[in-house]
């Protein structure tokens, strides 16, 4: 048996970014109190979503993770609480900004960074302008509690994303993400959302931990985006599979949540082979994926 | 608007070959007469499900497409009610034997054949005794309804089976099934099944059609399998999901059934675009997937 207590924050983001980080930082002590051991923040989640508008002050959030508040801040509550973190910023690595998430082991160590694979790009989700496509590939990160992959918000809807983390070994798969209304599309998402992750959680057998915000964010009109008017609410509904695809637990499109689930990995692994899918793979028959 | 029925069948199989031929026929005029165009029938309706035991003589069952009794039945019907029809049968190609179905348009034209790419092999689900993985990749049908794709069964399974034919431009993906009971594991793996593909269906944007069958079947204990006893329950449970994975008809685990659903695969493009899922795909990164 190896258990592990896998969790989910959701929150709403304010302006103020000290803000954000102290409401991370108790989400993180309260979930450790739970009993949580590995713990997923949400993505960006140090600001309000930024990327409904273009600015380009707004490349100045970009920082080095050494550098970077929410890592500075939040990291050493891993050692201290013996806890997992995956924390979502926005890295500089010199002249290319990313989209990425740090790991820090629960002794403190950090085991490094994961960059955003898939970035999307619609009227106020404007992420190509803020972020260059990761260059790490899909990583998994061996931590105490068990190996996980992770994948950042749009990562998530590509099967491409968890099939590779779970060949690679991921025991769990963890999505940070801010995603909320379609103004244009007039669509909720949030059904199509929830049954992608469903899915790579069943094809690959293995349980999908996903953290969203929730809450209306509104930009004011700028000269510099033309007076683009634009107002997003984050749809929460933060969850957790099993392995095979059942959401087992549950956040409301609204309200802090912390959402906590345990796993025997042991167990899951062995799901994972008695179901024989990763036997029967033939990727010689899979060229259009990569071509 | 390129409205389109798909529809897919549900039936039981009985031990006797013309019996069932004869019960895919009314089902497929009674469909037809409702409005359906595509019309998708079970794996191996044929028969009782014959790889819940291992015997030789059974390899006699294995004709050439040409000599199938059921694709000399059912294809005249294609013409005369003007549907296109998903025939799964027992391939023999010479000396190797496929699990396939023929595509026969509404016109009559046969289209070709697919060969079952991902082979199972379970206690009672002993396909790789009977079936070689097969050899033609994963095909798409330019039918006069639309383009469709086709996995049969365990490729049902397979993130890599949908996102292929989704990338070769099938419009809609078609799966006939023969799944039940798991009398080792004691699990239902029935909503797992679901899940998964309703997971293709959301990532790819593309409705997913599935056709199984119903009831229990139970062999005999024979010399040749050191008296080994089994009996599958088959849960019907046929599907059919819109394009972001939703149910929208749904058959019950017993009980013949014609779910029928209409598409405009106009519709279903434009959403595939405007979500710019596709646009986004970075398939120099995918390396893990065919290695």
Same mark, same amino acid.
């Given at each position: 048996?190896?258990?592990?207590?896998?969790?989910?924050?959701?929150?709403?983001?304010?302006?103020?970014?000290?803000?954000?980080?102290?409401?991370?930082?108790?989400?993180?002590?309260?979930?450790?109190?739970?009993?949580?051991?590995?713990?997923?923040?949400?993505?960006?989640?140090?600001?309000?979503?930024?990327?409904?508008?273009?600015?380009?002050?707004?490349?100045?959030?970009?920082?080095?993770?050494?550098?970077?508040?929410?890592?500075?801040?939040?990291?050493?509550?891993?050692?201290?609480?013996?806890?997992?973190?995956?924390?979502?910023?926005?890295? %500089?690595?010199?002249?290319?900004? +990313?989209? *990425?998430?740090? $790991?820090? &082991?629960?002794? =403190?160590?950090?085991?490094?960074?994961?960059?955003?694979?898939?970035?999307?790009?619609?009227?106020?989700?404007?992420?190509?302008?803020?972020?260059?496509?990761?260059?790490?590939?899909?990583?998994?990160?061996?931590?105490?509690?068990?190996?996980?992959?992770?994948?950042?918000?749009?990562?998530?809807?590509?099967?491409?994303?968890?099939?590779?983390?779970?060949?690679?070994?991921?025991?769990?798969?963890?999505?940070?993400?801010?995603?909320?209304?379609?103004?244009?599309?007039?669509?909720?998402?949030?059904?199509?959302?929830?049954?992608?992750?469903?899915?790579?959680?069943?094809?690959?057998?293995?349980?999908?931990?996903?953290?969203?915000?929730?809450?209306?964010?509104?930009?004011?009109?700028?000269?510099?985006?033309?007076?683009? %008017?634009?107002?997003?609410?984050? +749809?929460? *509904?933060?969850? $957790?599979? &099993?392995?095979? =695809?059942?959401?087992?637990?549950?956040?409301?499109?609204?309200?802090?949540?912390?959402?906590?689930?345990?796993?025997?990995?042991?167990?899951?692994?062995?799901?994972?082979?008695?179901?024989?899918?990763?036997?029967?793979?033939?990727?010689?028959?899979?060229?259009?994926?990569?071509?």
């Amino acid at each position: 048996m190896r258990k592990v207590k896998a969790c989910a924050l959701q929150f709403s983001c304010t302006k103020n970014v000290q803000e954000n980080i102290d409401k991370a930082a108790t989400l993180i002590k309260k979930a450790a109190a739970m009993g949580a051991q590995i713990i997923l923040l949400p993505e960006l989640f140090e600001r309000q979503y930024f990327c409904q508008e273009r600015r380009y002050d707004y490349y100045d959030f970009a920082k080095k993770v050494s550098e970077n508040d929410a890592v500075k801040a939040l990291s050493p509550l891993a050692k201290e609480l013996g806890v997992v973190l995956i924390i979502s910023f926005y890295e %500089k690595d010199v002249n290319v900004l +990313y989209n *990425s998430v740090e $790991i820090i &082991d629960c002794d =403190g160590t950090d085991l490094g960074t994961y960059r955003k694979t898939h970035i999307p790009d619609d009227h106020y989700y404007q992420e190509k302008f803020y972020f260059t496509p990761g260059n790490t590939g899909f990583k998994v990160f061996d931590t105490k509690y068990g190996k996980i992959g992770v994948g950042i918000c749009w990562d998530q809807w590509f099967p491409e994303t968890a099939r590779c983390l779970a060949i690679n070994g991921a025991e769990l798969l963890f999505y940070p993400t801010a995603i909320g209304s379609e103004p244009i599309l007039e669509s909720d998402s949030m059904p199509h959302w929830r049954r992608t992750m469903q899915g790579h959680s069943a094809a690959n057998v293995i349980p999908v931990i996903a953290a969203n915000r929730y809450g209306t964010e509104t930009v004011e009109p700028c000269d510099e985006n033309g007076g683009q %008017k634009s107002s997003l609410n984050f +749809y929460g *509904s933060s969850f $957790i599979t &099993d392995e095979v =695809g059942e959401i087992v637990e549950s956040a409301d499109r609204e309200g802090d949540a912390i959402l906590i689930h345990e796993f025997d990995l042991d167990e899951v692994n062995k799901a994972r082979f008695d179901w024989g899918l990763f036997r029967d793979r033939r990727p010689e028959c899979y060229g259009d994926i990569t071509g």
